[in-house]
C-alpha cells in the first residue's frame, strides 16, 4: 500500500457489509466519479439489477442471456452450474455483465456493500468501457439492438414449437447448436448487424412471400436446366464458395429447408455472431475490467470513501481473482485470463511510466511516454488477445511468469522443451502463446468447397489440417450426420493437408429424412 | 443510470429449459436413479439427490480438433528446471498432462452430474408403476363438494348476511354524507328544552327549532343502513375429489421374526407408503402387529418393539377388519392392505384366516399384498426345494392369477425392490392413474 495516508476528502460509503439501494446508489455515483477522474472511461448508460442466487443461475445458464429462446441444452448448464455451486466447488460468478446499452449488471443480494463496489467498477465500468470501444465488437455486435432481437427469437422459436411441434424445432435447433462454431463471419464483408433491423427484416419477407404466394406456380413446369452446365469456377462464384459460415451457407442454400428453419438457422448463427468477440478477447477485457477495478478501489480507499477493512477484503478478494497457480500444481487450469490480462496491462503502465532499457528497445512506442491511460485505452480499442499478446508481452513479465514453451510432437516419445524465458526464448514463447489465442489456430479451419450441382447435390467440406492435428473421430461423425439431415443431400468432408494437398481422411455422411419441413 | 431489483421477479426462468433436458435424458436418468436407490436408506427414500448420467447420452457435438496426435505446443507458467531443449517424458496418455490444454478439458470426464429435487426423482423412480385397480375406483368416486369462503356479495340470504362488514360500509357512508349523530340532536333537544324552561325570547327558539328541523330532516333522508351497505357472505362449492386411501401394514411380531426379516417388510412397507403417496392426497396408515393376538400401535412400536408369542394370523384380519368399519368405510377410502409375516401360523387357524381374507377383506379392498419374509442364510442350498410355509399353502388357495391378491417371497434386500416394481409393474394399456 502507498505510504501517504488518506487524504479524507470523501464521506465513507458503508461500513460493515450491508448495503441498500440507496447505499447502491451513492457507490455507484462514486465509482463513476473515480471512473471518470482517475481512468476517463467512455460507457455506455449503465442499468445495474439486484438479483438472487438462483436468478444467477438461471442467467448463466443461457449463456448469461437475459432471455434466449428455450432449449435442454440450457437446462442441461443450469443442473451442472447447480450442482457445481451447491457442492460449494465453486462460487458463482460474483457478477454478469451484457453488451448491450444500456449496459446491464447483475449483482447478487448476497454480496457485500465491498462485492457490489467491487463488481460495478468491473462490470458496469471496465466491461463497460471494453464493449463500447473495442473495434471487434463495434463490428460485431449491436448493442442497441440485441436485447430486442433475442426477445423477438425467443418468441419465434416458441411460435415455431407450437406450429410445427416441439421435436421438430428442438432437432433443428440441435443440429444448428453443433455447427455453431462454423455458424460466424470471422472477416466482415458487410456493415454492421443492425439487429432490430433484422426483425424487421425478417417479418417484411414473410410478408413479401405471403403475398406472392400462388399455388397455381406449383404447376409451372420448371424444364430441365442440364442445358447450362456451368464451368467448374462459376459455378463456386456463384454460390459465393469457398464459404467458412456453414450455418449461413444453409440458410441461403440448403435446397430442402422450410423457410422458418431457416430463420431459426439464422437465429442460432446471429447468437453465434454475437459471441465471437467474446471468445477473441477474454485475456483483453478482462484484464481491461481488473485492471479498472484495481484503479477505481485503490482510489476509493484513498480518498476515504471506503475504509480500510473494506479495502483489505478487496484487496483478498482481488488477489484470488489474479491467482497464477504453475503448471505443476493439482489445480492448475490452464491461463487465467484474469492474471494474465491484468499483469500485462500493470506491465504496459509500467513501461509507459517507468521503462527499463529493454522496454525501450522492445517498445519503442510507449516506453517512457507517461501517460499510460490513453495508451491503454488505445490498446482496448484496437487489439484482440491473439494481436495484444503478440505485441505487449514483455520479457520481464516473461520472466516474472516463468513462462516456458513445451512442443509435443506425437511421433516423438518425449516432450520438448522449445523455449524458456531467456533471450533466445522471449520471442519464441511470446509467438506461440499468442497463438493459443487466434482463432485461426485454435478453431479447426472447415470450410464448404463445392456441391456436386449436376450429380446427387452432395456438399463438399474440406478441414485445413494444421500441424497434422485432425477432428475428433466421433463428434465429427455426428455433425456431419446433423450437417447431412440439414442439406438433404450426401456430406463429405475431407481432412486435407494444406502442404501436400493429400487428404488424410474423409468422413461421409448421409442424408437420412431426419429434418423434414 | 437505473438500478432495477429484480429479486422478486419470478425465478426458475431456467425450469422449462431443465424439464426438456430431463425429457431428454429420461431413460439415462431413471436408470441412473433405480442404481442410485440401491446405496439409500428407507429414511431418505424420498429425498432428492445427486445423479451422475453417462455423458455420452446428453452430449453435444462440436466439430473440433482432437486432443491428441499431431504437433502441438503448450505455453505454461511457472518453469523452475528447465532449460531449452531438454526432454521430458510425456505424462501418461499423452494428453495434456495436467489440462494445460485449453478447451479440450471435457474429454476425460465420462460423467454428468447433477441434482434432482425430491419430486424429480420420485417421478423418475416411481415412473412407470401404477396401482392395481386404482381407474376402477376412481370411476366410482362421487365427487364431494367442499364449500369454502369466496369473499363478499351484494346479494345473498339474510342468513348470510356479513353484519361486520354491512356496518362498517354503513358508517362510513353515514360519516362522508354527514348524517347528525343521536348525540347531536339529543343535545339541540336539551338545549331547546332548556331555553323553554327558561323562558327564553321566541327567535332564539325558531332559529333552534329551525335547526332541529333540519337535523331531522336529513336524518330521514340518509338512512342509518342503506340497501348499498349491505353485504353478505358468499360461498363457492368447489368439487373434491375423493382421493384418499389408507393402508394397513399388517406385521407378525412373534418371536419367530427376526430383525432381518423386519427390515424386509419395513421396506417393503416404505415403498408401498411412498408409492402410494404419489396417488393420492392423503394417504393413513395403520399399523397392526400380532403375535397370537393383535394390536393397532405407531410405527415406533411397530417396527421396533419386540414381543414373543404363538402365530395366529386371524387375530391381524379380525382387528383390520374392525378398524375399517369404524374408520375407514370402503366406500370413501381406497384400501390397501400389506401383510408381512414370516409364514408361521397356527395350523388350526388358517382356515379361519382364509375366510377372513376371502370373504369380507379382499371384497372391500383394492389391492392385498402378502410379502413373505425368509431368513437372510436361506434359501437352502440349491437343489432342495424350501417347504412352503403354512400361511403360504393357506393363501394360496384364495390367489386368483390376475386377481388385486397377490403374494411373493423375499429373502434378502435387494429383492424388495424387483417384487415391488414387478406387483406394481403398469398393466396393459391402462392409461397411467396418475396423482390425483
Redesign the interface.
Given at each position: 500500500m502507498k505510504s501517504d495516508r488518506p487524504s479524507h476528502t470523501h464521506p465513507l460509503l458503508f461500513s460493515g457489509a450491508d448495503w441498500d439501494f440507496d447505499t447502491i446508489r451513492r457507490i455507484y455515483e462514486t465509482v463513476e466519479q473515480a471512473a471518470r477522474d482517475e481512468l476517463g472511461l467512455d460507457t455506455y448508460p449503465n442499468q445495474i439489477e439486484v438479483i438472487t442466487t438462483e436468478q444467477m443461475l438461471d442467467a448463466y445458464s443461457s449463456t448469461g442471456m437475459p432471455q434466449l429462446y428455450k432449449h435442454w441444452s440450457f437446462g442441461k448448464q443450469f443442473a451442472h452450474h447447480e450442482l457445481v455451486y451447491r457442492k460449494g466447488m465453486r462460487g458463482l460468478a460474483y457478477e454478469l455483465v451484457i453488451n448491450s446499452n444500456p449496459c446491464i449488471s447483475y449483482v447478487m443480494e448476497e454480496n457485500t456493500a465491498m462485492m457490489q463496489t467491487l463488481v460495478i467498477a468491473h462490470a458496469a465500468f471496465g466491461h463497460n468501457h471494453f464493449f463500447k470501444n473495442n473495434y471487434l465488437f463495434r463490428q460485431w455486435t449491436d448493442a442497441e439492438g440485441i436485447r430486442d432481437y433475442l426477445e423477438f427469437a425467443k418468441g419465434y422459436v416458441a411460435a415455431c414449437e407450437e406450429r410445427y411441434g416441439q421435436a421438430a424445432v428442438e432437432q433443428l435447433i440441435d443440429a444448428a447448436h453443433s455447427l455453431m462454431n462454423q455458424g460466424v463471419h470471422r472477416y466482415p464483408r458487410r456493415q454492421r448487424l443492425d439487429l432490430k433491423a433484422e426483425e424487421q427484416r425478417e417479418a417484411e419477407r414473410h410478408a413479401y412471400q405471403e403475398r406472392l404466394y400462388n399455388d397455381l406456380w406449383r404447376t409451372v413446369p420448371t424444364g430441365t436446366q442440364q442445358a447450362s452446365r456451368q464451368s467448374e469456377d462459376r459455378r463456386r462464384a456463384l454460390l459465393e464458395l469457398p464459404e467458412e459460415n456453414i450455418l449461413y451457407f444453409l440458410e441461403k442454400t440448403a435446397p430442402k429447408l422450410a423457410p422458418w428453419q431457416r430463420e431459426i438457422l439464422r437465429i442460432v448463427r446471429h447468437v453465434a455472431q454475437y459471441f465471437y468477440p467474446q471468445s477473441q478477447t477474454k485475456v483483453m477485457n478482462e484484464g481491461c475490467a481488473t485492471y479498472c477495478h484495481y484503479r477505481i478501489m485503490t482510489r476509493l480507499h484513498k480518498q476515504g470513501s471506503i475504509n480500510d477493512g473494506a479495502f483489505l477484503e478487496f484487496l483478498q478478494s482481488h488477489t484470488n481473482v489474479v491467482a497464477q497457480p504453475t503448471f505443476d500444481t493439482p489445480y492448475y487450469n490452464g491461463i487465467n485470463p484474469y492474471a494474465l490480462g491484468f499483469a500485462m496491462m500493470e506491465d504496459i503502465a509500467r513501461i509507459c511510466n517507468d521503462p527499463s532499457d529493454e522496454d525501450r528497445e522492445w517498445f519503442p512506442d510507449i516506453a517512457g511516454k507517461g501517460d499510460a491511460d490513453n495508451v491503454l485505452k488505445h490498446i482496448w480499442a484496437n487489439y484482440r488477445d491473439e494481436s495484444f499478446i503478440a505485441q505487449f508481452l514483455s520479457p520481464r513479465l516473461i520472466r516474472e511468469w516463468r513462462i516456458f514453451h513445451v512442443a509435443d510432437d506425437a511421433s516423438k516419445n518425449a516432450l520438448e522443451i522449445a523455449a524458456i524465458h531467456d533471450e533466445r526464448g522471449y520471442r519464441r514463447i511470446r509467438r506461440a502463446l499468442a497463438r493459443q489465442y487466434d482463432i485461426a489456430w485454435q478453431q479447426a479451419d472447415i470450410q464448404v468447397v463445392d456441391v456436386d450441382l449436376a450429380g446427387d447435390r452432395h456438399l463438399i467440406l474440406q478441414h485445413e489440417v494444421i500441424n497434422g492435428i485432425l477432428l475428433t473421430e466421433g463428434d465429427t461423425t455426428q455433425v456431419l450426420q446433423n450437417l447431412a439431415s440439414l442439406w438433404g443431400y450426401n456430406v463429405i468432408l475431407r481432412e486435407v493437408d494444406p502442404a501436400t494437398g493429400k487428404v488424410l481422411k474423409e468422413h461421409v455422411a448421409r442424408a437420412t429424412p431426419a429434418i423434414a419441413a | 443510470?437505473?438500478?432495477?431489483?429484480?429479486?422478486l421477479?419470478p425465478?426458475?426462468?431456467?425450469f422449462?429449459?431443465?424439464?426438456?433436458?430431463?425429457?431428454?435424458?429420461k431413460a439415462l436418468v431413471q436408470r441412473a436413479v433405480r442404481d442410485n436407490f440401491k446405496s439409500r436408506s428407507i429414511k431418505d427414500l424420498d429425498q432428492g439427490g445427486?445423479i451422475g448420467i453417462m455423458r455420452q447420452g446428453?452430449h453435444?457435438?462440436?466439430?473440433?480438433?482432437?486432443?491428441?496426435?499431431?504437433?502441438?505446443?503448450?505455453?505454461?507458467?511457472?518453469?523452475?528446471e528447465?532449460?531449452?531443449?531438454?526432454?521430458?517424458?510425456?505424462p501418461n496418455g499423452?494428453g495434456g498432462g495436467?489440462?494445460?490444454?485449453?478447451?479440450q478439458?471435457g474429454d476425460g470426464e465420462d460423467e454428468?452430474?447433477?441434482?434432482l429435487t425430491k419430486e424429480e426423482y420420485l417421478d423418475l423412480f416411481l415412473d412407470d408403476l401404477e396401482l392395481p385397480d386404482l381407474a376402477k375406483r376412481r370411476l366410482m368416486d362421487t365427487e364431494a363438494k367442499e364449500i369454502q369462503r369466496a369473499g363478499y356479495s351484494t346479494t345473498g340470504s339474510p342468513a348470510s348476511l356479513a353484519i361486520a362488514r354491512t356496518m362498517r360500509l354503513s358508517l362510513a357512508r353515514r360519516l362522508a354524507l354527514r348524517r347528525p349523530s343521536a348525540a347531536e340532536i339529543l343535545k339541540l333537544d336539551s338545549e331547546i328544552e332548556r331555553l323553554e324552561r327558561e323562558g327564553a325570547s321566541e327567535t332564539e327558539l325558531v332559529v333552534l327549532r329551525e335547526e332541529r328541523e333540519r337535523l331531522m330532516r336529513r336524518n330521514r333522508r340518509i338512512s342509518y343502513i342503506d340497501p348499498i351497505d349491505l353485504r353478505y357472505r358468499r360461498y363457492e362449492a368447489n368439487p373434491k375429489p375423493v382421493a384418499q386411501a389408507v393402508m394397513f401394514c399388517l406385521m407378525d411380531v412373534s418371536g419367530s421374526m427376526s430383525e432381518h426379516m423386519k427390515d424386509l417388510a419395513k421396506r417393503f412397507f416404505a415403498l408401498l407408503h411412498l408409492f402410494l403417496t404419489r396417488c393420492y392426497n392423503h394417504v393413513d396408515i395403520v399399523f397392526i402387529r400380532h403375535t397370537d393376538r393383535a394390536e393397532e400401535v405407531d410405527e415406533q412400536t411397530f417396527f421396533y418393539s419386540t414381543e414373543t408369542g404363538g402365530t395366529i394370523v386371524s387375530t391381524a384380519l379380525e382387528e383390520m377388519l374392525i378398524i375399517m368399519r369404524q374408520r375407514y368405510n370402503p366406500a370413501d377410502w381406497n384400501i390397501y392392505v400389506a401383510q408381512a409375516s414370516d409364514g408361521d401360523n397356527m395350523g388350526s387357524d388358517s382356515a379361519k384366516a382364509a375366510g377372513l381374507l376371502h370373504d369380507q377383506i379382499l371384497p372391500a379392498c383394492q389391492y392385498f399384498a402378502y410379502l413373505e419374509v425368509g431368513r437372510e442364510e436361506d434359501p437352502m442350498p440349491t437343489g432342495t426345494a424350501p417347504r412352503p410355509s403354512d400361511l403360504w399353502r393357506t393363501y394360496e388357495t384364495i390367489a386368483m392369477p390376475e386377481g388385486h391378491f397377490v403374494m411373493r417371497k423375499v429373502w434378502h434386500r435387494r429383492e424388495i425392490y424387483p417384487v415391488f416394481r414387478e406387483l406394481f409393474r403398469r398393466r396393459g394399456t391402462n392409461v397411467r392413474g396418475g396423482a390425483a
Open positions: - | 443510470m437505473y438500478i432495477i431489483d429484480r429479486r421477479n425465478g426458475g426462468k431456467s422449462a429449459n431443465r424439464q426438456r433436458f430431463l425429457r431428454r435424458a445427486e446428453v453435444e457435438p462440436t466439430l473440433r480438433r482432437a486432443s491428441s496426435g499431431g504437433q502441438r505446443d503448450h505455453v505454461l507458467p511457472g518453469n523452475k528447465y532449460l531449452e531443449g531438454d526432454t521430458i517424458p510425456r499423452g495436467s489440462g494445460s490444454q485449453p478447451g478439458g454428468f452430474r447433477f441434482v
